[in-house]
């Protein structure tokens, strides 16, 4: 409701400023003089009759000089004094001439002759003139590009309503304007501090400085400011209003559209936008003006553009970012369309101007609290996603901790019984030492039963050790040829192991957990290769050639090929292949191997060929 209360006000204001000097105003008329030669002699003066500015002039981006003639209607029967106002106060510098007694100078003024000047008013230049009864034929010559829109008025001083000032009073009501919307930028820097509501502040604080300059306002307040040099700064915000602007929207849509493209287009934009502000502070003005337009046009396409690529911008803050950036652009070239067209014969230009001016910091504001608004439901929608994500994990843990429970208990009480009978075998072992093969194979087969199950259980027990959260490698001296011996020694593989390879030196591991890998794979090719074929221990010395090659160790075993395995799944916890399932195990000695790997700081590689399967132990490092 404010943002339309605003708008409403900027676009009345024109006339509410013509409504209280209707009665002081006096007819005019505006004509142009040819471009070519002077007009300050009474027969140049005649031809200043064209009703349109020459082509030439329009095109022009220089402060080239122009001439003018301004005719004025006193309806009174006497010379009464009045008032020829030339605006808008950026005119780099205005000459009034009379015609009376041939051409006669009045006055000089302008933006560069500084606000102390006695023409320098709020919003233009003000000259004081003789009206003699009837037609009254003035000569101004102004230095101002052929874009500068021109606002010529003449009044009589003492008519009613002469004391209000329309232009200060327009000006100030739209100052005012700007100025709250700058305060409202502030809002955001306090309560949300960021790139995007700094930039906001930026851009809304920049425009007002930049209007207060070029209407006049700072210079006629402040009249010892330096009149050029102010201008140049006029010129320059208007730079930085740009660059501002596209910095903002930048901060809006980069966080949905990272291309490299987008981000070096709107640096281009900024280091175009600062080669402008130099070149209008060493006098280049056309160069600086031809970068300004493609800047004001180009900068809007260049957003428009990434706006419509961006696939993470919620809908509705995509079409208002879109809809800002196409209504600024198509209002951007509406106003310097008329300006090139209707300059001095219409006030429309000023009124578009006016409404850019309050417009794109409305805009801004309006889609920066938009993005706060998505970005709130964003966050909400986060720490909803958050919350269940961590009450799941808080259910997976419960669960994985009473697994852990329900398997040491089972352990617990598998064990006792299990070692129990393991006693009792032993004892029988003596007395039935005659009673026969029969007999004692009975009892052989008792204790490999009872060995397979009390392996399974350590299997499982050792996954569930190493399933518990911060487990690492405790390192200390190993002999590594000596724990292979005890290895092969304990599962009775002397005579079938064949080794090969250099004895491995002395290394720092952890003798546990390599105790465990090592065993995992001898008792993985002893349950799985075809009776009678030979087991082979290769030991691999460090690689010194290779950067970082550790000592490693390849245990090999023939594989029938009906028993082969899938290669893809060698490591997946619980498989076994279908032809080996009447075999004892629990299918988690691979998958338990190669956790053990990785904390031992290596890796395990299985390689399969025709009738043989290799795993190889490689360490990363001596």
Known sequence: MAYAVLVALVLLTPSLASAYTA???????LYYCPPEGRADTPEALRRCTLTERPAAQSGQLGNQPQWMRVQIDNPRSITQPGRLIIGPYYLATVEVFSTRDGIQPIGTGGAYAGGARASARIGGHAFAVALDPGRNDFLVRIAAPGVAHLTVRAEAIGGAGAGMDPMAFSIGLHLGMLAILAGLALVPVVLRPGPVSRRLLLLNSVILVQVALGSGTLPTLLPELPGKAAMQAFMILIMLRTAAWGWLYQALISPHYAAPGYRWSCNLSYAAAALAGGLYLIDWLEPARVISLLLVLAIPVIHTIAGLRAQTLMPSLKGALVGSLIVYDVLQIAAIGLLMLASGQSDLPVMISRFLDLAVPLLAIGIVLLRNRASDHQLAATEQALARREAQLAAETHAREEMRTLMDMLTHEIRNPLATLKLATRGLQRPLVDAGASAQQRLDRIGESIGAIDAVIERCDQHSRLETPGIAAQSRRVDINRLLDDLIHRYGLTARVRREGDDLPETDTD??????????LLDNALKYAPAGTPITVTRLAPSVPTPGEGWGIRISNAV????????????????????????????????????????????????LEASCIHFELRHEGH
């Open 23 to 29: 009665e002081s105003a006096l007819a005019h008329q």
């Open 511 to 520: 003798p546990v957990l390599l105790e465990i890998l090592l065993s995992n």
């Open 560 to 607: 029938e090929p009906a028993m082969m395995p899938d290669p893809d799944r060698l490591f997946e916890r619980y498989y076994r292949h279908d032809h080996v399932r009447r075999e004892g195990g629990s299918g988690l000695g691979l998958a338990l191997s190669q956790q053990v790997a990785g904390l031992l700081g290596g890796r395990l590689t299985p390689r």
